[in-house]
C-alpha cells in the first residue's frame, strides 16, 4: 500500500505561486508514475501533470503548460507541483496520484492510490 499526503496549498492572489508536495510513506515510489489532478467546485477531477518515475518524461494539460512545473525526488519519495502565474480558474482541489502501470497517464481511473487533496484558492 501507498499513502499519499499533499500539502503546500492555501490562498494566494492571482499571479502568485505556490508550490504543492506530495509525500508519499509505505512503499517507495521511486518505481511510480505520478500525477496531480484538481477537481473545482461542481465539475469533474482533471489531469494537471504527469512525470515518469525516471523523472526524465513529464506532460501537462493544455491549460497550465508554461505555468506549472512537476517534479520528484525519489530519494524524499516526494513529487512536487510548482506553480506559477496562478490564476483564479486554477483555484481546485489539488489531489497527488501514483500508478505501477507505464506511461503517462492522464485518466484517474489509472492510478492505484490518492492523497486526500490540499485546497488552492487564487483570489482576482
Known amino acids: 500500500q501507498v499513502q499519499l499526503v499533499e500539502s503546500g496549498g492555501g490562498l494566494v492572489q492571482a499571479g502568485g505561486s505556490l508550490r504543492l508536495s506530495c509525500a508519499a510513506s509505505?512503499?517507495?515510489?521511486?518505481?511510480?508514475?505520478m500525477g496531480w489532478f484538481r477537481q473545482a467546485p461542481g465539475k469533474e477531477r482533471e489531469f494537471v501533470a504527469a512525470?515518469?518515475?525516471?523523472?526524465?518524461?513529464?506532460y501537462y494539460t493544455d491549460s497550465v503548460k508554461g505555468r506549472f512545473t512537476i517534479s520528484r525526488d525519489n530519494a524524499k519519495n516526494t513529487v512536487y507541483l510548482q506553480m506559477n502565474s496562478l490564476k483564479p480558474e486554477d483555484t481546485a482541489i489539488y489531489y497527488c496520484?501514483?500508478?505501477?502501470?507505464?506511461?503517462?497517464?492522464?485518466?484517474?481511473?489509472?492510478?492505484?492510490?490518492w492523497g486526500q487533496g490540499t485546497q488552492v484558492t487564487v483570489s482576482s
Open positions: 509505505g512503499r517507495t515510489v521511486s518505481r511510480y508514475t
Open positions: 512525470i515518469s518515475w525516471i523523472g526524465g518524461t513529464t
Open positions: 496520484a501514483a500508478t505501477s502501470g507505464a506511461g503517462l497517464h492522464t485518466i484517474p481511473g489509472r492510478y492505484d492510490y
